[in-house]
């Protein structure tokens, strides 16, 4: 069965809403031009009127298309084809002028409106799916084929409906005409946005999709064709419009809606940054004037360290807040002519030009990261966060946008690699190290729905008397083309990605049905340790929705353990105790993790009250490599355990010497290579048949 991801599109609310108000404005055009064609008595006045009529409409209809067009956000640059724009243009344009055509008619019979309207329909259909064609994407928009026809249908409906409010409003001798003629346009312009957010709801851009306009209309060139668009509109309800109060008050719309339009076009509006766009044009600039003095410019590329953890357990107002203040905050750490932009989610670009040397770019990147580290700011938020950095330099790591943006992102990933914190700059191997971050990624996506994960269980044998005590499950993935990959590649790219979280559901409910196949074989009852992630332990609902799944699963709580590493239950220690104390009143118990890697205090570790303690498998290598020492350290962590009502789990024993002492010093639990390496889910089943057979 195949399975179809799409790209994740998100909407500009301001743009939405200017879409509106430019519908709604080329909507009173609409109905005050009818009102004056339908007075003009000479043919050839009509015709001239109509001629320029339907060019304002159109402009109109086709800006809102457009600015609603600028609204849509996908994680790929966008263009639009030149000559395919040109068209759905002229398709607004001819559909105006047969609406006007109709409504300015002496009489207008139901049926000439109906099939009017009909046509109207399909006209402005057409002209939608036309500019959506114009973006020329690789592989092609799929629609969802009841939304296609709703947005037909809607068009068609309010065709129909324009046509018939147009033509009984075309009569300027009635009562409080413009007051009708404003309610009527609003009305209007609402049917019309609402038939193009639903065709473009229609639309669905699959994952790997790439625009093959990206280089076509830019949106600088976009921008000011709308602003001139709607300028048009102006000069034609300036020339229809009687000279009164009313004109002063479209002037100031209109002049207003321009400004805007451009301003939303080129600034992101969150942060009122320059955006990519604006950043492209800089850089491209940037490019010819570097490339005629033969200077050098740096790309620093930013990513804000645990932004995602932010958003996830305080919310996205919070994180918008963040974004704000770290926005702010960067412009006063760079210098006045560098470019600072903002590409959208966490990705900052700054762009410092006019450097003498790459030990300018490495100065930049330092300063910032110290002044984000410890400087006073005055701007109100609480939290600090420090960026990682990946820097390029031109022309020796491109000589285009794209590649520069390319290698400076590749060098941000190595920095979160390295530690996090830091700046790196591009080296050529880098993007070997991204490409193949990529792929993973692609594979992560593909993993749960294509069956490509699987577990392998590792036994814990008793110290006492070496009987099997239980097992750890670790997760495994094996793709098609990248074959078996270590956990230590691919769950930090999850653990980054988010895709750790539905991944942890479904290693929970892998292991409860695990569990159900064992019993049904009649095998005992056997505890099962999972691992949850950093990324999972922020999430507000983990203990409901685990519950839950057990649940479905039929398995007993008490059958299932989780492991927390020592250092990310320290993070937040409070939240930490509330969480594994809501896990123990369910019937979970709970283990610390990495034992002794981390910085716990004694007074935490006694309330977090966990059921073991798992000494990590570098005090048990210590064990014959530092003699003494190595001994006492773990007799002492295990005394510790003791005395506060632990249990012990020693990780790693790959040696007799240290199964030795471990049993000499009470240890509870051992797992390790020496006793038995992680098993596939039948073969551990053939351990459990043994060791009950044999006892």
């Not at 409003?169 to 193009?196: E, P």
């Not at 076509?216 to 309800?237: D, E, R, Y």
Request: charged fraction near 20%; include cysteine; glycine fraction near 8%.
């Amino acid at each position: 069965m195949a399975f179809q991801f799409n790209m994740h599109s998100t909407y500009s609310f301001w743009l939405v809403a200017l879409s509106l108000v430019v519908a709604t404005l080329a909507s009173y055009t609409a109905l005050d031009l009818a009102g004056r064609i339908s007075r003009l008595t000479q043919s050839s006045a009509r015709h001239a009127w109509l001629a320029g009529g339907a060019a304002a409409m159109g402009v109109g209809i086709w800006s809102m298309h457009f600015i609603g067009m600028l609204a849509l956000s996908l994680p790929i640059p966008l263009g639009y084809d030149l000559a395919i724009t040109i068209c759905s243009l002229a398709i607004a344009i001819l559909v105006s002028w047969f609406a006007l055509y109709i409504v300015t008619r002496a009489k207008l019979s139901l049926p000439h409106l109906i099939t009017g309207g009909i046509l109207m329909g399909f006209g402005i259909a057409g002209m939608h799916y036309t500019g959506m064609a114009a973006m020329r994407m690789e592989p092609g928009i799929h629609y969802d084929p009841k939304l296609f026809a709703a947005s037909i249908l809607i068009a068609i409906v309010a065709s129909n409906a324009a046509l018939w409010i147009a033509h009984t409003l075309s009569d300027a001798d009635q009562g409080y005409v413009i007051q009708k003629r404003i309610g009527a346009a609003f009305v209007m312009g609402i049917a019309i946005t609402g038939m193009h957010y639903t065709g473009m709801a229609a639309a669905n851009f699959p994952l790997g999709s790439i625009c093959g306009a990206a280089r076509g209309v830019n949106s600088q060139w976009l921008a000011t064709s709308v602003t001139l668009f709607t300028f048009a509109i102006l000069i034609v309800v300036l020339m229809m419009s009687r000279f009164d109060a009313r004109t002063t008050f479209l002037v100031g719309s209109v002049s207003q809606l321009n400004g805007q339009i451009v301003r939303m076009a080129t600034f992101d509006a969150l942060t009122d940054l320059p955006n990519r766009r604006t950043l492209t044009e800089r850089i491209e600039s940037a490019i010819q004037a570097s490339s005629r003095g033969k200077n050098t410019f740096a790309i620093l590329f930013m990513d804000l360290d645990g932004f995602k953890t932010i958003n996830d357990s305080l919310g996205h107002s919070v994180g918008d807040e963040v974004l704000k203040a770290f926005a702010q905050r960067l412009l006063h750490c760079v210098r006045g002519g560098d470019m600072v932009a903002r590409l959208g989610g966490d990705e900052f670009v700054v762009l410092l030009e006019n450097l003498a040397s790459p030990a300018d770019a490495e100065k930049m990147a330092e300063s910032v990261l110290d002044r984000m580290r410890k400087g006073a700011w005055t701007d109100g938020q609480p939290l600090q966060v420090t960026p990682s950095i990946g820097i390029s330099l031109f022309p020796q790591d491109g000589d285009s946008v794209e590649a520069l943006l390319k290698n400076a992102d590749a060098a941000m990933y190595e920095a979160k690699r390295g530690g996090r914190g830091t700046y790196r700059f591009f080296e050529a191997g880098m993007n070997e190290a991204a490409t193949r971050t990529l792929q993973i990624q692609t594979a992560l996506h593909e993993a749960l729905d294509a069956g490509h994960f699987s577990l392998h269980f590792q036994p814990k044998f008793r110290g006492d008397d070496g009987e099997l005590a239980g097992a750890e499950a670790l997760l495994r993935l094996n793709h098609p083309e990248l074959g078996l990959l270590p956990p230590l590649e691919f769950i930090p790219i999850a653990e980054r990605s988010g895709q750790i979280v539905q991944i942890g559901h479904w290693v929970v409910r892998e292991t409860c049905r695990q569990i159900r196949r064992w019993e049904t074989a009649g095998l005992p009852s056997m505890k099962v340790a999972i691992n949850l992630s950093p990324r999972q332990l922020v999430q507000q609902d983990l203990v409901a929705t685990i519950l839950e799944i057990v649940r479905a699963e039929q398995v007993s709580c008490e059958q299932i353990m989780f492991e927390i590493t020592e250092t990310v239950a320290m993070q937040d220690a409070p939240k930490t105790i509330e969480m594994i104390h809501e896990f123990q009143r369910n019937g979970f118990e709970i283990a610390i993790d990495d034992f002794g890697t981390g910085y716990s205090s004694l007074a935490y570790l006694q309330r977090f009250r966990v059921k073991q303690l798992k000494i990590d498998r570098f005090f048990t290598n210590g064990l014959d490599e530092h003699g003494h020492e190595g001994g006492a350290i773990v007799s002492a962590i295990i005394a510790l355990a003791h005395s506060l009502e632990m249990d012990v789990v020693a990780e790693g024993v790959e040696t007799a010497s240290q199964l030795a002492k471990l049993k000499s010093m009470m240890c509870d639990e051992m797992q390790g290579f020496l006793l038995g390496k992680p098993l596939t889910a039948e073969a551990f089943g053939a351990l459990l048949t043994e060791r009950t057979v044999n006892s």
